[in-house]
């Protein structure tokens, strides 16, 4: 089994910044591409970013392109998403997933590709 637990998240004002991260069991953390995807009441979930298992691919949806930033330290089996310049229509829950076994096959936006994740963790920006 592989076991995601989130932490961070929270309430901020419009504006500011928030660090949410997603801690991995298992030794084979380096090898998963890792997504971060939020949901909103009465809305699909949706991606928001990515990063292969080369952390210098990443993806970002294009309503937090320049304001997000997803990396990951394989040393601490660990993947981050920094938040700034936080806006009320950023409020969510956020989940972690991991994609296992797509070293050989491209980056997926889709959540049904990603087998593992997190509990989620709920992110509220204020006006």
């Known amino acids: 089994q592989v076991q995601l637990v989130q932490s961070g998240g929270g309430l901020v004002q419009a504006g500011g910044s928030l660090r949410l991260s997603c801690a991995a069991s298992g030794r084979t953390f380096s090898l998963y591409a890792m997504g971060w995807f939020r949901q909103a009441p009465g809305k699909e979930r949706e991606f928001v970013a990515g990063?292969?298992?080369?952390?210098?691919?990443?993806y970002y949806t294009d309503s937090v392109k320049g304001r997000f930033a997803i990396s990951r330290d394989n040393a601490k089996a660990t993947a981050y998403l920094q938040m700034n310049s936080l806006k009320p229509d950023d409020t969510a829950v956020y989940y972690c997933a991991a994609r296992g076994g797509s070293y050989y096959l491209p980056f997926s936006f889709d959540a049904q590709d990603y087998g593992y994740w997190g509990q989620g963790t709920q992110v509220t920006v204020s006006s």
């Open positions: 990063i292969r298992w080369s952390a210098g691919f990443t």
